[in-house]
């Protein structure tokens, strides 16, 4: 079989190299790596281009900068493997139990697609500080209505959100249309993937760590980028119509499925309030409040606290507990910078 390795690139000159590597190192006998330089400002197009001379089976597309999905959709369209993969720029892979997973999918023509396990590299000053390991709570080929069951833990374990911990058959994404939403600029990666699995019959998960993601320092970045969005739930809506086909009846299956709408809400207030003053707070709790009203869904213990600070509109203490959350992370960041910790961290860039 023919992969398709598909890696938007923009402003990554210090790891381009790296991943393509890693790449060449699967052992494939046929593959493409496809690089899309979308208008990087720094030497990652020159980059491509080198890579390219060196490597006939690398392939590099220059275009005016569109965003990540539109240069991920630039690569699926005109790829030609039997399967696809969407990689960043300035990530990791473990080449031969990426070999491995391959072999098992050739094996096998009963699946349109496989997840796989990842794990986020916290950096500081090009060291590790903190490596965490998720890996999928499901193992093996898995029918449809097995993995909504389980829906809710393969999103707690990030088995869902990212799009770089998943192998795509391409006729399956083609038959079905699967590109990605060019209009969204945040959790893109988790729409696309919910609609690919919505669309699929059977998925492989392979538990083991294979992806190495490079998790910036940078905590309010995504709370900067949803200051761009009016209000949190016009983004949980296009996440639930992505879902909504996996929803054949209720109970269970739709408990799982509205505790992961949940927790993403959740998760998308802490980031926007983290950046967000007193009014805007106070907006985000009353769009909170407006989309939990009528709903039935059992808030777990650990998120409860948090829930009810929204419900009941109590903005300082969230302005207070979004200070504490700050200067614990600037502790964070001496306690990285003391010799102690680094002896006792190491001085690791890559693996």
């Known amino acids: 079989m023919k992969v398709s390795f ?22 494939l006998t ?15 197009g020159g980059i491509c281009d080198e890579l390219a001379k060196l490597n006939a089976n690398i392939l590099c597309i220059h ?19 039997d399967y696809v993969c969407f990689f960043d720029a300035d990530d990791d892979i473990e080449s031969e139990k990426l070999y491995r997973l391959l072999y098992k999918l050739e094996a096998t023509d009963a699946v349109d697609m496989a997840v796989f396990g990842l794990a986020f590299l916290y950096y500081h000053n090009e060291k590790i500080y903190r490596k965490e390991e998720q890996n999928t709570p499901l193992q093996g080929i ?55 699995m919505a669309s699929s019959n059977k998925i492989l998960f392979e538990p083991e760590i294979i992806y190495y993601y490079r998790q ?65 707070i106070r907006q985000i709790c009353d769009d909170f409040a407006a989309w939990y009203r009528g709903r039935n869904i059992e808030i777990p213990v650990e998120n409860q606290n948090y829930a009810e600070l929204l419900q009941n509109r109590k903005v300082w203490r969230l302005i207070l507990k979004r200070k504490y959350i700050r200067i ?12 102690i910790y680094q002896k006792l961290r190491g001085n690791t860039k890559w693996m």
């Open 142 to 196: 898995i029918e449809k209505d097995i993995w909504i069951q389980n829906i809710y833990n393969l999103y707690a374990e990030n088995s869902i959100s990212p799009i770089w911990n998943k192998v795509f058959r391409r006729d399956f994404l083609m038959e079905h249309g699967l590109y990605l939403r060019e209009d969204m600029f945040l959790y893109e990666d988790l729409e696309y993937s919910i609609r690919c």
């Open 63 to 81: 275009q005016k900068n569109q965003g990540v999905s539109a240069a991920r959709n630039k690569g699926l369209t005109i790829s030609s493997g």
């Open 30 to 44: 046929d593959y493409e790596i496809i690089l899309i330089d979308d208008g990087s400002t720094d030497n990652s």
């Open 216 to 280: 910036s320092e940078d905590e309010g970045n995504a709370g900067r980028r949803l200051k761009r969005i009016n209000r949190i739930s016009e983004l949980v809506v296009r996440i639930e119509t992505a879902v909504a086909p996996l929803i054949t009846k209720s109970g269970a299956e739709l408990q799982e499925i509205e505790e992961l709408l949940l927790s993403l809400y959740l998760v998308l207030a802490r980031e926007k309030i983290a950046v967000s003053d007193a009014k805007q």
């Open 328 to 339: 614990r992370h600037k502790i964070a960041v001496v306690l990285k910078n003391t010799r």
């Open 6 to 27: 598909i890696i938007p690139v923009y402003n990554c000159e210090q790891y381009l190299r790296h991943i393509v590597c890693k790449i060449e190192n699967v052992r």
